[in-house]
């Protein structure tokens, strides 16, 4: 992206604008050549660069880890091999601390879950300008596009709707095993009868509401605050690189301690995208054990 065609503002607003698909207000479906116009598609238009790079990097995940397992020995094993087995070590602890249940799809999941989020944390360290300026110039050369028109971003984790989409999975999983363990009314037993409860079948009445209320705001939170806390973190990481990207075309001292701080922040950045992947496999795991427990 070339700095001296935007100003600041531009070239901020430019990086946080996604590739979207969508139908016009003509009625023809095509691609957004703004945010307004990406606006006015409205609810059934597709972030086509969230989705592409998540498919990217899920079948990324999934050809690596095959093709570990085929080649896996008894012998001595490779480096990744070794990789391979810690991460899958790593998180069969985590399931067998905080799942207490018998659920053979708990642990694929949670595996799952905590390297495809960290794949997808992992495209915020990349370069913030190298991908989106090679769609740049394959919108302009092949697709015959102005490259101001030309959006691309790669983090798809900093997108609310690709964070909310892994959640609400989660959270039907949550669901579908809470009345299949618990039957339907075990479960709306749980919303109706707790936290408050009492002998008296008057006053217990009066409780049900109330208990509804609370429980209620409690389950549909878990998905809500599973996806925004994931969305959050990525996003205000992915504006802070776009913000040091900007101090390259600052001049010649701002450039060089743009540079270090990328590096500083990059590195403090390993740490936040660990550690989000790690939180959303743990709540993941914790909201399963959840719907297993019989009150």
Known sequence: MASETLTSSEYIHHHLTNLTFGRLADGHWALANSA?????????????????WSLVLVLFFFFLFRGVAKRATSGVPSGLQNFVEWMMEFVDTSVRGSFSGKNELVAP????????????NFMDLLP???????????GQHVFDKDPLHVFFRVVPSADPNITFGLALSVFWLMLYYSVKVKGIGGFLGELALQPFSAKNPVIQAVFVPI?????????????????????????????????IALMYGAGWIMGPFGGLLQIAWGIFHILIILLQAFIFMVLTIVYMDMAHQHH
């Open 36 to 52: 307004e116009q990406a606006k006015e598609m409205g609810f059934w238009a597709f972030n086509v660069d969230m989705l592409g």
């Open 109 to 120: 999941m949670a595996l799952t879950i905590f390297v495809w989020v960290f794949l997808m």
């Open 128 to 138: 913030i300008d190298w991908l989106p300026w090679t769609a740049e110039k394959i």
């Open 211 to 243: 208990n509804l209320i609370l429980e209620l705001v409690s389950l549909i939170s878990k998905p809500v605050s599973l996806s925004l806390r994931l969305f959050g973190n990525m996003y205000a990481g992915e504006t802070i690189f776009i913000l």
